[in-house]
C-alpha cells in the first residue's frame, strides 16, 4: 500500500457548544436545500511528499487561507454529494457511498489532485454523520445531503498541480432541491453555450463545471425556465444533461432512453441505480445519443411519453416544459407520469428502507 491508499486516521475533536435541540428543531422543520449545515466538519491535508495526514472531525468553522491560494485562481476543485436516510428501525444509512467515493478518485485523477482512499472518504462520511445524528430529518422527503470535497491549498500563483491539497466533509439537512417540491420543471435549451466537450472535463465532477453552466442558467431563468439543458459541443445535436443532473426519456412502449456517459456527461449514481432498478422491473433500457430534434418531435407525437431528470440532490423530477429559441412544447401534458413516478418510489422505497436492498447499496452508519 503505497502513502495515498492506506486509509487515514479521523481524530474526534468535537465542538464543546452544539445546536440545541430547540434551534434545530427549527432548522429541521423547513430545512430546504443547502442552507444549513451541522454542527461538525472532517479536515484531512495532503502534502506532496507527505500523503494524507491530520484526519480529524472538528467544530463546523470557517477556513482562513492565503489570497494566492491556488483554488482561488485556478479551480482546482472537485466535490461530491450523497444523502442519509433515517431508517424504519431507527437505524441511519447512507445510499452508495461508495460509488461517490470512486467517483471522487476519478474526478481527482482528471483534475491532478489526490485520490483519497475510499475506505478513507467513506469514514469521513460515517463519522460526521455518527457525531451529527440528530440532524438527520425525519419525515418524507427529508435526507442529510453529505458534501465532501477537496481544493488546492496551496499558497503559489504557478501553473501546476497544487502541493498542498485540503479534503473536506460536511453535512446539510435537506427538503426538496426545488422550491415547489415533485411537479414538473420547464427546461430551457442553451444553444449558446455549452457545458462540456470531448476531452474535457465534463466526466468531472469539478466546481468550474458548475461555473460554466451559471450563465446558461440565468438564460434559462430569464426565459421563464427553471432549469437548462445542454446539447453536445461539437454538433450542438445532441441532447447531454443539465446542470446538476442526468436525464431520461420513457418511450410510449416503455423503454427508457439515455444519453451514454461517454465522457462529456457525468456519471450520476442515481442514473445508474434506476438503470439498474428499470431492468429489475423487465424494461429494456438503452444508453445512446438522443437528438433535440428527437426529443421535440416524440415529445409532439407522443412516442417520448415522459421525461425526467435525476440526481442525488434532485431525486428524480419529471420535465414539464422545453423551451428554445424560437419554441416550446409540453412534454408532460398530465403531470407527472407513471414510469416517472414509479422509478422514484422504487428509488426512494429502498433509500428509506421500506422496499428490499436487494442490490445492497445501503450503508449502515449508526
Ligand atoms: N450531472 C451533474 C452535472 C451533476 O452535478 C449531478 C449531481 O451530482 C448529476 C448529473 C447526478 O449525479 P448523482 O446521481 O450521482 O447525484
Ligand atoms: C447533487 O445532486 O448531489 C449535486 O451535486 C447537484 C447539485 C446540487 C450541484
New binding site residues.
Given amino acids: 500500500m503505497d502513502a495515498d491508499s492506506a486509509p487515514i486516521a479521523i481524530e474526534l475533536k468535537p465542538t464543546s457548544r452544539p445546536t440545541s435541540a430547540r434551534d434545530r428543531a427549527e432548522v429541521l422543520r423547513a430545512p430546504g436545500f443547502g442552507t444549513y449545515f451541522t454542527d461538525h466538519m472532517v479536515v484531512i491535508e495532503w502534502e506532496q511528499g507527505r500523503g494524507w495526514y491530520d484526519g480529524e472531525l472538528r467544530p463546523y468553522g470557517s477556513f482562513t487561507f492565503d489570497p494566492a491560494a491556488a483554488v482561488v485562481h485556478y479551480a482546482q476543485s472537485i466535490f461530491e454529494?450523497y444523502k442519509a436516510y433515517r431508517q424504519p428501525d431507527g437505524s441511519i444509512r447512507t445510499f452508495r457511498p461508495d460509488a461517490n467515493g470512486r467517483r471522487m478518485q476519478r474526478s481527482a485523477y482528471r483534475m491532478a489532485l489526490p485520490e483519497l482512499p475510499v475506505e478513507t472518504f467513506v469514514e469521513a462520511g460515517d463519522v460526521l454523520v455518527r457525531t451529527d445524528r440528530e440532524w438527520v430529518p425525519e419525515g418524507a422527503g427529508r435526507t442529510l445531503y453529505i458534501r465532501p470535497y477537496m481544493f488546492a491549498s496551496e499558497t503559489f500563483l504557478g501553473v501546476r498541480p497544487s502541493q498542498h491539497v485540503t479534503f473536506c466533509c460536511i453535512a446539510s439537512p435537506a427538503g426538496s432541491y426545488f422550491k415547489d417540491g415533485v411537479k414538473p420543471v420547464s427546461i430551457w435549451v442553451t444553444r449558446e453555450f455549452t457545458r462540456a466537450a470531448p476531452g474535457g472535463t465534463g466526466a468531472a465532477k469539478c466546481a468550474g463545471n458548475?461555473a460554466a453552466s451559471l450563465v446558461a442558467q440565468r438564460e434559462a431563468l430569464r426565459h421563464g425556465c427553471e432549469q437548462v439543458v445542454f446539447l453536445d459541443a461539437v454538433e450542438r445535436r445532441w441532447v447531454e444533461e443539465l446542470g446538476?443532473m442526468n436525464i431520461f426519456f420513457v418511450l410510449a412502449d416503455g423503454t427508457l432512453v439515455t444519453p451514454p456517459t461517454s465522457g462529456t456527461i457525468l456519471e450520476g449514481i442515481t442514473r445508474d441505480s434506476l438503470i439498474q432498478l428499470a431492468k429489475d422491473d423487465g424494461r429494456t433500457v438503452d444508453e445512446r445519443p438522443v437528438s433535440l430534434d428527437e426529443w421535440r418531435d416524440g415529445a409532439a407525437s407522443g412516442a417520448i411519453s415522459e421525461v425526467f431528470a435525476c440526481?442525488?440532490?434532485?431525486v428524480l423530477t419529471p420535465i414539464g416544459r422545453l423551451c428554445w429559441d424560437g419554441g416550446e412544447l409540453d412534454c408532460a401534458p398530465s403531470g407527472e407520469g407513471p414510469v416517472t413516478r414509479g422509478l422514484r418510489e422504487a428509488l426512494v422505497g429502498i433509500q428509506t428502507g421500506t422496499a428490499p436492498d436487494t442490490h445492497g447499496w445501503l450503508h449502515q452508519v449508526c
Avoid: I
Fill in positions: 454529494g458548475y446538476g440526481g442525488t440532490a434532485a
